[in-house]
């Protein structure tokens, strides 16, 4: 009998150690599903882990692809991309959002993040391709949405004007010391027509005037010495330019 209910107990003992040893490895293969990698997404970016983030939000959208979550993993990989310094995802990312939930109530934001992302590659004048792009972004949402992040949008452009105007500024003053004052001409008046808000606008009509005075087409150059900005300093030395030059000015 003794016998017996040792041969009971070690068959229990048994049959409990293999339920706990099932139960172990069902917890170390469960699948937190899309809600499960969204929040540990959203942890590593609070923490300013944004390589981890961009994996885990990477799994919402590989994994899940039409959970409620997808379109706002999207969003958050393309900060994160951002917080990671791996631009070209970021624009990569925001072009797929744009292109599956180009109705969604962020797309906005998404095309503002886009536009920053160009902006953020642009470190010098040299950088024209990412200028350009980020100018034609941030002039698409001033389209779309006038109001939306209006003063960081001007701000950008205000600097992207300025530095792809000062490469087209030195252009200009290559021909125009070589005294080829047509291939000159075509140059500021792109900038003035192309970056009307730049730094060098006025200094542009400025030049214009001295083209024009070369060229002995006075009224033109009449014409931009009165498109100069009073408050700026080339103003007056238009008019002394145009006294010089021009009989009767």
């Known amino acids: ?64 692809p039409y959970d409620k979550l997808a379109a706002e993993a999207q969003l958050q990989l393309i900060m994160a991309n951002r ?41 010098g004048e040299r950088e024209e391709k990412q200028a350009l792009a980020s100018l034609a972004t941030f002039r698409l949402l001033a389209q779309r949405a006038p109001e939306f992040k209006k003063e960081i949008r001007l701000k950008c452009i205000s600097i992207l004007e300025d530095i792809l105007a000062s490469a087209k500024m030195q252009d200009s003053y290559t021909y125009l010391n070589r005294k080829g004052f047509f291939p000159a001409i075509h ?37 931009c010495v009165q498109k100069i900005s009073p408050k700026s300093r080339w103003h007056p030395l238009g008019n002394e330019l145009l006294k010089k030059h021009i009989k009767n000015a």
């Open 83 to 123: 917080a990671n310094g791996t631009h070209e995802s970021a624009i990569a990312n925001a072009d797929v959002f744009l292109q599956i939930y180009p109705a969604h109530a962020e797309v906005n934001h998404v095309i503002l993040l886009k536009a920053l992302s160009f902006f953020d590659q642009v470190t």
């Open 187 to 223: 140059r500021y008046r792109e900038i003035i027509n192309t970056y009307p808000n730049s730094r060098f606008t006025d200094e542009a009509y400025y030049r214009l005037a001295e083209c024009f005075i070369a060229l002995a087409i006075d009224d033109e150059a009449r014409f």
């Open 1 to 64: 009998m003794t016998k017996i209910l040792f041969f009971v107990l070690a068959v229990l003992i048994s049959i409990t150690a293999c339920s706990n040893k099932s139960g172990k490895k069902k917890k170390t293969t469960f699948d937190t599903g899309a809600s499960g990698w969204f929040e540990k997404g959203q942890r590593h970016a609070e923490r300013n882990e944004a390589s981890d983030a961009v994996e885990a939000f990477e799994k919402v959208i590989q994994l899940y």
